[in-house]
Every structure is written in C-alpha cells, then in structure tokens.
C-alpha cells in the first residue's frame, strides 16, 4: 500500500495558489474552481468521525476513521481513500445537500450553501491554515478514539455544539 505521508504536506502551501479574492462570496459551489473547493475545506477532520443514523437524525460519535491523523487532522491516505473505505465520501455539492445532514455544522461547505458566511477562524480569513486548530474548531485535542476499538458505537455518541 503506498500511503502518502502527510507529515510531509505543508498546508500552508495551499495558499500559493491562485485563486480569486473573496471568491466564496461571489460563487454557487458549482461556480467554484477546483482549487477554491479545495481552499474551502478548513481541515478541521470532524467529516471523519463515525456516524449513526437515529430516528432520522445523524448523530456524531468520537470515534474517528483509522485513517485520520487527531493530531493535524489530515487523512493519512488521502490519495487512496476511496480505495481502501468503503464509506469514505467524496465531499461535493450532493453530499453538502444530503438530508439528514451529516457535515458538521461549521464545515465551510454546508455554511455557504445554506447562506452563512465563513467563521472568522477559517483558514481562508486569517491566511494561516492552522487558524481552526488555534480556534479550537478542529479534532485536534479532541477526546477520540480509533474506530478500531469501538464494539458498540452507541456508546460513543457526542453531543459538542459546533457538530
Ligand atoms: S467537515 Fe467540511 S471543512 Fe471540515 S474537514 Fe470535512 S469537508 Fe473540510
Ligand atoms: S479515509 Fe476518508 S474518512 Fe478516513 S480519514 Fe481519510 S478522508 Fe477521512
């Protein structure tokens, strides 16, 4: 399995790229350049913790993929995610729109589209891509456990307030 090393990626450099000023308060998520999509996801890694349906509601439990790093909150096999979990979702406008929703409630995305404007502790607004870890609005810190070690995620359901 050739894992990508993601404590070789720089997400600082995410920025050097070229996109339009302000671009997120001009554009539909479908107007939107490949690489503003990507400039909107703030990383904060809450998109992979595990989830159950109950009574029509997606409820968020701590448990998070095997894959995601809780210290930087990036995937450790971003390049072949959907190769190796089944259930890894590709983020895109259909998935924003899902109903239950299953993004959490600060993920940039949903926001937008439902006609909220960016937190100030984006990445975007501050021009460091740290800025959500700072904020406290990433997994980073956060109680977790391995998906790997769950029996019954039941018992591993959260309440925090920005899920
Ligand atoms: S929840 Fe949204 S902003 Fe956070 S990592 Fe997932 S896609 Fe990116
Ligand atoms: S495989 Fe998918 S769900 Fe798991 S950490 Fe990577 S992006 Fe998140």
């Not at 159950?52 to 409820?59: A, D, H, L, S, T």
């Not at 930087?72 to 406008?93: A, K, P, W």
């Not at 239950?100 to 409630?105: C, G, H, N, T, Y």
Request: glycine share 4%.
């Amino acid at each position: 399995m050739n894992m990508t090393d993601n404590t070789e990626f720089d997400p600082q450099t995410r920025f050097e790229q070229d996109y339009e000023p302000e671009f997120w308060k001009k554009k539909t998520l479908e107007q939107m350049t490949p690489t503003e999509w990507e400039l909107l996801c703030d990383g904060c890694g809450k998109c992979c913790l595990n989830k159950i349906e109950i009574k029509g509601k997606i409820r968020f439990t701590n448990a998070r993929c095997r894959f995601l790093d809780c210290q930087n909150c990036l995937c450790g096999i971003y390049e072949h995610r959907f190769e190796f979990v089944d259930d890894c979702r590709s983020i895109d406008s259909a998935a924003v729109r899902d109903k239950p929703r299953w993004l959490p409630k600060t993920c940039a995305y949903w926001l937008l589209d439902n006609g909220y404007d960016l937190p100030d502790w984006h990445p975007l607004i501050t021009g460091r891509a740290a800025s959500m870890h700072e904020a406290g609005q990433s997994l980073q810190n956060r109680p977790l456990i391995s998906e790997t070690e769950v029996k019954n995620y039941e018992n591993h359901l959260v309440d925090w307030p920005d899920l």
